[in-house]
Every structure is written in structure tokens, then in C-alpha cells.
């Protein structure tokens, strides 16, 4: 059973910075695109960043230039740098596999809660 283990959120001032961290287990992540995804209130999950098996990443549009994704295949766990951090930013963080199928992607895990305000 794939799990997912969310770390690193907090409350931070506008223009501050955070670093998640999801460590993954009951699967190696070389095998999987990897993603951040982000569910505020009132709103579906929707993807911020994601990585593929080789290192690439992707980032949605509001986030580009102030987030920077990673991985580390040794150590089974992905990361999320948060930099600028605004208000539309609050939100809880999940991480998961990116499959070709997104009918085939594990339960989300507890996810870790970013809160900016000032």
C-alpha cells in the first residue's frame, strides 16, 4: 500500500518561505512522475508543481518562479520550496504519484497545511 507522509507547513507572513517535505513508502519513486497539489477551501485539489522520473518539472502558472520542486530517489521523497509565499497560497499540500492513469493514483495522505497571513 502506497502511503504518503506530508511535512513542513506552518503559518508564515506574505512574502515569506516554507519547505515541504513527503516522504513516500510501499513504492519507489524513480518509477513515477511525482506532483504537489494544493486544496484550499471552497475549491477542488488542484496541481501546483510536478516532477517527472527524470527530474523535469512543471509548475502552474501562479506558482511559477516562486516554487521549485525536487526529489530525491535515494531517500524515496520528494520536496516543495516555497518562496514569496501570498495569501492565495494558504491551503492544505498533499503529495501523490502522477500515473498515466489518474484512475490509478493511491489515497491522498493527511496532507500539511500552509497558512500565510499577516
Known amino acids: 500500500q502506497v502511503q504518503f507522509v506530508e511535512s513542513g507547513g506552518g503559518l508564515v507572513q506574505p512574502g515569506g518561505s516554507l519547505t515541504l517535505s513527503c516522504e513516500v513508502s510501499g513504492t519507489a519513486i524513480s518509477r513515477w512522475a511525482m506532483g504537489w497539489w494544493r486544496h484550499s477551501p471552497g475549491t477542488r485539489r488542484i496541481l501546483v508543481a510536478q516532477i517527472t522520473g527524470n527530474g523535469g518539472p512543471n509548475y502552474a502558472t501562479a506558482v511559477k518562479g516562486r516554487f521549485t520542486i525536487s526529489r530525491d530517489n535515494a531517500k524515496n521523497t520528494i520536496s516543495l520550496q516555497m518562496d514569496s509565499l501570498t495569501l492565495e497560497d494558504t491551503g492544505g499540500y498533499y503529495c501523490?504519484?502522477?500515473?498515466?492513469?489518474?484512475?490509478?493514483?493511491?489515497?491522498w495522505g493527511q496532507g500539511t497545511q500552509v497558512t500565510v497571513s499577516s
Open positions: 501523490n504519484l502522477i500515473p498515466p492513469n489518474p484512475n490509478d493514483r493511491p489515497n
